[in-house]
């Protein structure tokens, strides 16, 4: 039996940014995933697909705007065009957030979160529900912490990744019957690129140093670190996976001990 999760499966990923969604892209060909890569930055997803393909896994690309109907439909006629099914479908859109009161944000800058991350995802979702019917497939949403929390200024993007849960739950109810299973993951921290240039930001302001942000905040968890790309990205191919057969209307908190559900 193969070690790989994956094995000889078809696996989207939408959102393929910089940080996660590359892990995302990487980790599900490491372990044997055929991967189609959408997002709307077309020069992103082939230095990605690049990467795939020279570490000898197999990659498509296809330039995607979640938000459009035509061509969120034409990703899907793309991949089973080309590979014939869909076996995962990972959600890995993703806007930045306004760190603002609620009082303080732009009601249009939230109204835009939501139709990015909630109806963005859901139309990828039912634009995928037959070819993922057919193969009785996975789907994993990437949450975040912050479902977690009520810290200051983080209101809007609570707004957008609480919809988004209560999304992928009702989702689990509907589609169970058809054989689909879905799931979320709830990352903390991720320590990548946009974080180290963050705490760097941070240490400049307070006039300490990166590596002292990244303790102070490390401190908050069990493991006394933060959790890297990969790290989330293997949770979500489990979840995605055979060895998650039984699991639907999850979520799996991947902070290193920071929040306890």
Request: net charge negative; aromatic share 6%.
């Amino acid at each position: 039996m193969s070690g790989l999760l994956l094995t000889d499966k078809v696996v989207v990923v939408s959102g393929v940014g910089p940080g996660l969604g590359r892990a995302l892209g990487r980790q599900a060909a490491a372990h044997g995933a055929t991967v189609v890569l959408a997002a709307r930055t077309e020069s992103r997803l082939a230095e990605i697909a690049d990467e795939i393909v020279a570490a000898g896994g197999i990659a498509l690309v296809v330039p995607t705007d979640i938000t459009a109907d035509e061509q969120v439909d034409a990703l899907v006629r793309a991949t089973v065009d080309e590979y014939g099914r869909v076996d995962v479908l990972i959600n890995n859109a993703f806007a930045v957030p306004s760190m603002k009161p609620l009082a303080r944000t732009d009601f249009e800058q939230i109204a835009t979160s939501l139709d990015l991350t909630v109806l963005g995802t859901l139309r990828v979702i039912n634009a995928f529900t037959e070819a993922l019917e057919a193969t009785k497939g996975a789907i994993v949403n990437i949450n975040s912490m912050v479902i977690r929390h009520s810290e200051p200024r983080y209101g809007s993007y609570k707004i957008a990744k609480s919809a988004l849960l209560a999304m992928s739950q009702s989702l689990a109810t509907e589609l169970g019957p058809r054989g689909i299973r879905i799931n979320s993951v709830a990352p903390g921290y991720i320590w990548d690129d946009q974080l180290k240039w963050y705490f760097g930001e941070v240490a400049t302001k307070y006039g300490i140093t990166a590596e002292q942000v990244y303790q102070q905040t490390a401190a908050n968890s069990d493991l006394k670190r933060l959790p890297e790309p990969d790290e989330i990205a293997r949770a979500a191919l489990f979840l995605a996976s055979d060895l998650a057969s039984a699991i639907t209307g999850h979520t799996l908190d991947v902070n290193c001990g920071e929040y306890h559900d």
